[in-house]
């Protein structure tokens, strides 16, 4: 399997997961008549980022993951987002990032090696080191959360709503 495969595919398809839960997370808010921002600031547990920083963090992770394998430059985004809306078009223009995406654009991702802001100098990982065991691993975790929080809060996700549609065959 290329490597596109195992990062844009799933990236964009987790993100539209994501984009669907914040429509859910909307309409529950609005039918329990709660207030929005009571899911927004909503966190699992005191150390764990707020619901909109987690969304954020999936966010970031999906194009840096891109953009560091293929060495392409990314879109900034500052971190301002208050809404369901801002945080729909958040997801919104990362996928519209990723969908930029081609399978060569990772042709020279195994030679490339990557160096994280928080690593001390002069230190790097492979890029497949990099993927298995940092960027997918940070990515679904904070997915994960995103999606815990909502549950917690009473949003109804269920296991589907996490894995998305599935390629089935017959």
């Known amino acids: 399997m290329h490597i596109y495969d195992l990062t844009v595919p799933q990236l964009m398809k987790t993100l539209r997961n994501l984009d669907r839960w914040l429509t859910l997370a909307a309409a529950h808010a609005d039918r329990e008549q709660l207030p929005v ?8 547990a005191p150390d764990q980022y707020i619901f909109v920083r987690q969304v954020q963090v999936v966010c970031d992770n999906a194009k840096l993951i891109a953009g560091r394998l293929a060495a392409k430059e990314w879109p900034s985004h500052p971190d301002t987002e208050t809404t369901i809306d801002q945080l729909r078009g958040r997801v919104a223009s990362v996928m519209n990032y990723l969908a930029e995406f081609r399978p060569q654009d990772f042709e020279t991702a195994s030679e490339r090696k990557i160096s994280l802001p928080w690593m001390e100098a002069d230190t790097w990982l492979r890029a ?3 993927l298995v065991q940092f960027a997918l691993p940070n990515f679904y975790f904070h997915v994960v959360t995103a999606y815990s929080i909502l549950r917690h809060a009473g949003v109804q996700l ?8 599935l390629p089935m065959r017959s």
């Open 37 to 44: 921002e009571r899911l927004l600031h909503a966190r699992l």
């Open 158 to 165: 269920g296991k589907n709503d996490y894995l998305g549609e």
């Open 128 to 130: 497949d080191e990099y």
